[in-house]
């Protein structure tokens, strides 16, 4: 499908190769090391490229990669015993008063602190005990520390496996209280600070400063804001919107004008790389398939063709690539960079989720279908007791109207599948017959009061 991002920044030093289609580097690679976080950076204290990694299970330490050299610079292992940790791994870029200088590593350990070393001694310089703030938060899995956005220095935190009202917080660094803690949804991962958020004009954002996901086997993405923690935006939203298998990470790519940007997930499951629009629909992807055991106690991953299993994290590179974590090395995992998207793509996913019906017809967001090759649809009656309709329209303009807030049939639709009935727990599937530029799945209860639910899902097929 073409280059993705801009050119190269000199500092790659990665080998190159090539999966049908799937262009892409490897950075790093190295027997025993698993990396699970990477982020590109300038050192503050010599000027060269590097990867700040955090390896939780293998290395349970913190790592300096020089890209030039290909030499591990720095590498300490955290203290602890209680958690496998540490999961994320940050730089200082400047000094922050009464935490560190720059050049300091700090992450989390294995007994739920922030620490931070000196990287010329390899010393714990300060220790942060969440347990001690005045006695609001005590972790069960510390999971990710990141510095806030806002002047005033603070870290948001997440708690992976946190009781209720505690999965991420705002902690105030200059005197150990927290400015806010939220428990929105669980399994709260990885923090991507929005780049560019609040611009004047073209600001890629919804009002939010971080990206979020929820690790979960039916996981999402939300947008989250500095000032209380609140959510701007949010892929799936109360199960309504696409579904991600398992997403540990999320960047926000572009600046494009009204809400044109696309967020990019790594999704733990099927090696899933999937950029999606505002909306939630994806626009390309790689992978992202799961399976439950029989009982359904456990998830099963799997993987792709390209031989991606278990996408731990996406990061944006210092040129403007958006570079990975594949857990499918032989004894290792590999950081890689993205250079060209597959032409051939098949995405499953899902587009509401036990949606409510009504005695008029509705549909839950409009489908953009135009650069997919061939688009199937499955619509499942999830009721026990009452039947269903639905139908399918679709629009033949570039720009998508309609009226009511999806409560009205638009005008300039045309119907592509006629109305059905749909009997409690029974399944209906459409293939489109010819090209469109957004469809529109609608439903309606058959019986005036008699109301059930329904779920959708969609398979998209490029190349």
């Known amino acids: 499908m073409g280059f993705i991002g801009g050119g190269s920044s000199g500092s790659s030093s990665g080998y190159g190769v090539a999966s049908y289609g799937f262009g892409h580097e490897i950075w790093f690679s190295r027997e025993g090391y698993t990396p699970h ?22 290395r349970k330490a913190a790592f300096v990669y020089d890209l030039g050299s290909k030499k591990i610079t720095w590498e300490q292992a955290v203290n602890g015993s209680a958690i496998n940790n540490p999961h994320t791994a940050r730089m200082l870029m400047a000094d922050v008063p009464n935490f560190g200088n720059r050049g300091d590593i700090y992450c989390c350990n294995r007994d739920q602190q922030v620490i931070v070393f000196d990287r010329n001694t390899g010393t714990i310089k300060k220790t942060i005990t969440l347990s001690a703030t005045g006695g609001q938060w005590d972790p069960n899995w510390l999971h990710e520390a990141c510095l806030s956005v806002d002047p005033v220095p603070h870290l948001i935190l997440t708690d992976y496996n946190g009781p209720s009202g505690y999965h991420y917080a705002k902690y105030k660094i200059s005197d150990g209280t927290l400015a806010w803690h939220k428990d929105d949804f669980g399994h709260a991962s990885k923090v991507c600070p929005i780049k560019g958020a609040h611009a004047s004009l073209h600001t890629p954002d919804y009002g939010g400063d971080y990206l979020i996901c929820s690790n979960e086997f039916h996981g999402g993405v939300w947008e989250i804001k500095d000032s209380d923690g609140g959510w701007t935006w949010a892929r799936p939203r109360d199960r309504q919107g696409p579904s991600l298998v398992s997403p540990h990470s999320a960047i926000r790519m572009g600046r494009v004008e009204n809400v044109g940007w696309i967020t990019v997930v ?58 990975f974590i594949d857990w499918n090395g032989i004894a290792r995992a590999q950081v890689g960079v993205l250079d060209e998207i597959p032409q051939k793509q098949h995405i499953p996913w899902q587009l509401d989720w036990n949606i409510n019906t009504t005695n008029d017809w509705k549909f839950l967001e409009y489908v953009p279908v135009a650069d997919w090759d061939e688009t199937y649809i499955v619509v499942k009656n999830t009721g026990l007791t009452n039947t269903m309709e639905w139908k399918v329209l679709g629009g033949l303009l570039q720009a998508a109207a309609y009226n009511g807030g999806g409560d009205a049939r638009p005008e300039d639709w045309v119907e592509e599948k006629a109305p059905a009935d749909l009997a409690p727990g029974g399944t209906g599937t459409h293939k489109l017959t010819r090209p469109y530029q957004y469809i529109l799945v609608m439903y309606k209860s058959k019986v005036e009061g ?13 190349g």
Do not use: Q
């Open 37 to 58: 976080y990477a982020e590109h950076i300038i050192d503050p204290l010599d000027g060269r490229a590097k990867l700040i990694m955090a390896d939780p299970h293998t």
């Open 450 to 462: 008699a109301h059930t639910t329904v779920s959708t899902f969609f398979d998209h097929l490029r």
């Open 266 to 323: 790594g999704c733990e499951s099927g090696g899933g790389i999937i950029a999606i629009h505002f909306m939630g629909a994806p626009i390309w992807g790689i992978g992202n398939r799961a399976a439950k055991t029989p009982d359904g106690a456990s998830s099963v991953y799997t993987v792709d063709v390209h031989g991606l299993g278990e996408i731990c994290m996406v990061f944006p590179t210092i040129d403007g690539r958006i570079g």
